[in-house]
């Protein structure tokens, strides 16, 4: 499993930017990939998640109505819409494949799901 994140970067608060989550080596329909961040001193948390499969979701309530996941199938990618983004989303961003369930459902981080390396978001006030 090789997940590799892009996209990341240096922007105002209020602007917008978009990750990007490439997935290869496994049956990407059979697994839910998820976006999660750590900022500085902060246990790693969960921001977003959706299956393959069906594209259900779940967000983390302090990025919903600003983050919207969502996966290109054919393209084995999963995205993540930021907009209106604030202060306190800079973290390093990482994603996350699952086979189990887990990661849908709970939206927290586990050490056996399969991760990426991890892109740096950074907004300035």
């Known amino acids: 499993v090789q997940l590799v994140e892009s996209g990341g970067g240096s922007v105002q608060a209020g602007e917008s930017a978009r990750l990007s989550c490439a997935a290869s080596?496994?049956?990407?329909?059979?697994?839910?990939v998820g976006w999660f961040r750590q900022a500085p001193r902060k246990t790693r948390e969960g921001v977003a998640a959706?299956?393959?499969?069906?594209?259900?979701?779940n967000y983390a309530d302090s990025v919903k109505g600003r983050f919207t996941i969502s996966r290109d199938n054919a393209k084995n990618t999963v995205y993540l819409q930021m907009n209106d983004l604030k202060p306190e989303d800079t973290a390093v961003y990482y994603c996350?494949?699952?086979?189990?369930?887990?990661?849908?459902?709970?939206?927290?981080?586990?050490?056996?799901?399969?991760w990426g390396q991890g892109t740096q978001v950074t907004v300035s006030s």
């Open positions: 080596g496994f049956g990407f329909d059979e697994y839910a």
């Open positions: 959706i299956r393959s499969s069906d594209g259900s979701t």
């Open positions: 996350a494949a699952d086979r189990s369930g887990l990661l849908l459902l709970r939206l927290r981080p586990e050490p056996f799901f399969d």
